[in-house]
């Protein structure tokens, strides 16, 4: 199994600041994921975070708007940029050992006001 | 493209019944189907895991089985305990980057 650690794991924000999440996971991985859950929602994948390179965003998310680091194998950041309040929602690191099992952080509660 | 869809999107049980939560897909290409349990406004606990090839798996108060050629799986929860009470969702392995994921069920266990 995997245990993550994920900070904060709520905050209040204003409209046009900017807020990292922190992810760290207590074992080395390949991928980690990053999720949103808006209100009353399922999970959408934002992008896959990899070591090394570059993140790979979905359709509708971009590098601007949510920028990603991945300085190791354990951990990973995700910034929501230039808030709004549109961008209220949980937000989830994951990663998948050996492709199979997924797990998830703890989530950060985002609300913009 | 894979959709997946729970059933009963909320459920009002009370304490100490065994209840069947449904989950539906209508892709048989899976890797695995990942049953995991969310507590309001938190993350993802992980349950269960069934592998493609894997017909069920327990864990304690908990069962899950697969039947791919129909596109379902089952939770089954016996003995439900008020602290059972959260949002369960499946999710699905399908190779791509992403898990395929159901709107959930929320269960409310009264004591």
């Known amino acids: 199994s995997a245990v993550i650690s994920q900070k904060p794991s709520r905050d209040i924000c204003q409209r046009g600041t900017s807020l990292t999440i922190q992810c760290q996971v207590d074992s080395q991985v390949t991928m980690m994921f990053w999720y949103r859950q808006q209100p009353g929602q399922s999970l959408t994948l934002i992008a896959t975070a990899n070591q090394g390179s570059e993140a790979t965003y979905e359709s509708g998310f971009v590098i601007d708007k949510f920028p990603i680091s991945r300085p190791n194998l354990t951990f990973s950041t995700l910034t929501v940029s230039n808030m709004s309040p549109e961008d209220s929602s949980i937000y989830l690191c994951?990663?998948?050992?050996?492709?199979?099992?997924?797990?998830f952080g703890q989530g950060t509660r985002l609300t913009v006001v | 493209k894979q959709e997946v869809t729970q059933i009963p999107a909320a459920l009002s049980v009370p304490e100490g019944e065994n209840l069947v939560l449904n989950c539906s897909f209508t892709d048989s290409a899976i890797y695995n189907l990942q049953w995991f349990r969310q507590d309001p406004g938190k993350g993802l606990t992980s349950l269960l895991l069934?592998?493609?090839?894997?017909r069920e798996q327990t864990s304690g108060r908990l069962n899950a089985s697969l039947d791919k050629s129909s596109g379902r799986s089952t939770l089954y929860i016996a003995a439900s305990q008020p602290g059972d009470s959260a949002t369960y969702l499946c999710a699905l392995n399908t190779g791509r980057r992403a898990l395929t994921f159901g709107s959930g069920t929320r269960l409310q266990v009264q004591p």
């Open positions: 069934i592998q493609s090839s894997q």
């Open positions: 994951s990663v998948r050992l050996e492709g199979t099992e997924a797990f």
